[in-house]
């Protein structure tokens, strides 16, 4: 039985303790959150409520979920490292690779497992889509095409992320960071930024709610629209490869609001320009369950426990990403 922490009782520190709290192998022991308000929806009266972060550290824990505000994730995934504590934390990892930089030389230094939550990896459409990826049966990867959207909300302008000393940045450190980190996967590609257009276009907010981007790898061209103005949810990201095409539309959600999740699969096909040119037959898969969280969690046990290695999240995944993702706002211009 593994004795579970949480730094951060928000969204996704609800998240963590439910899964914490379904999975026979972990307890939860002990939370910090500066809000007391949160603390009102922890329904388990045995679990600790501590006054700082350093009390938490404090409760015999053998590992962490970091699930606070962006600008302390990095020094709290440090403290905990320092003190033999096993670190699973919330995207984005930090607010600088300079911060991480120093993670990971602490994470090595231990020798405790680090992970990092980039759960939409582990949505059963992009696992599909990958292990078909990765069976060449589609061919060369040709480019890629992604867009994030959210509505917002009527008090958008009051979340935390959209001030920049907590998040460190908008949308793209929001949603944007998710699917870059998903072009990384699928591709398995390193990408360089060749255009990045970063704008404040309707929220009263000191972060970006678009983002439009262009990268290259060696080989491929990827495009990524992340926004806050698209006035529904949306998630898509379309891939042609030399013998057809994948769609991942949608992605569940708690709110299903991303919803329905589906995987179209099309062949190139029907080339002959007297009939039908243009109309490939898709084959489309939908996914009703969301069990990501939970096989997040298994991998971290796994790992912690040495029954198995990190595949997702490793520090690795997150240097990429956030290096990727500080090449953007740098090309755009938008914090200088």
């Known amino acids: 039985m593994i004795k579970f922490g949480i730094a951060g009782f928000g969204k996704m520190g609800k998240i963590r303790a439910n899964s914490i709290e379904q999975n026979p192998d972990t307890k939860l022991i002990a939370v910090y959150e500066q809000d007391g308000n949160l603390l009102e929806e922890l329904l388990n009266d045995n679990v600790i409520r501590c006054n700082s972060f350093e009390e938490l550290l404090e409760q015999g824990i053998e590992a962490l979920f970091v699930c606070a505000f962006n ?7 440090v403290k905990a490292l320092k003190n033999g504590i096993h670190v699973f934390c919330e995207k984005p990892p930090a607010q600088h690779c300079r911060e991480l930089s120093l993670v990971i030389k602490t994470e090595k230094e231990s020798g405790l497992i680090l992970k990092y939550g980039f759960n939409h990896r582990l949505h059963y459409s992009v696992q599909e889509a990958k292990k078909l990826i990765d069976s060449k049966e589609m061919g060369e ?18 979340n935390w992320r959209n ?79 030399s013998n057809g095409f994948i769609n991942l539309d949608g992605i569940l959600s708690q709110s299903r609001s991303y919803a329905p999740e589906k995987l179209i699969v099309g062949k190139r096909e029907f080339e002959d320009i007297t009939f039908a040119m243009g109309k490939p037959a898709e ?13 997040e ?14 595949t997702h999240g490793t520090s690795y995944d997150a240097y990429r990403v956030l290096e990727l993702t500080e090449e953007i706002y740098r090309k755009s211009g938008f914090y200088s």
Do not use: P
């Not at 600008?71 to 995934?77: E, G, L, P, Q, R």
């Not at 990867?141 to 009051?158: E, N």
């Not at 009263?204 to 990524?224: G, H, P, R, Y």
């Not at 084959?283 to 096989?295: I, M, Q, R």
């Open 71 to 77: 600008n302390v994730a990095a020094k709290y995934t």
């Open 141 to 158: 990867l040709l480019w890629i095409r992604g867009v994030y959207g959210k509505a917002g909300s009527i008090d958008y302008h009051q």
């Open 163 to 241: 001030y920049k000393k907590y998040s460190g940045g908008g949308i793209l450190m929001d949603q944007g960071i998710h699917m870059l980190d998903l072009f990384h996967y699928l591709s398995d590609k390193k990408f360089n930024v060749v255009s990045s257009h970063l704008d404040t276009s309707f929220w009263d907010i000191e972060v970006e709610d678009n983002a439009f981007i262009t990268l290259k790898s060696s080989s491929i061209i990827a495009t990524m629209h992340s926004s806050a103005t698209q006035w529904r949810h949306k998630f898509l990201i379309e891939m042609c490869f």
């Open 283 to 295: 084959n489309v898969t939908w996914f009703e369950n969301d069990d990501s969280w939970a096989l």
């Open 297 to 310: 969690l298994d991998e971290f046990i796994g790992a912690v426990t040495g029954i198995n290695s990190l």
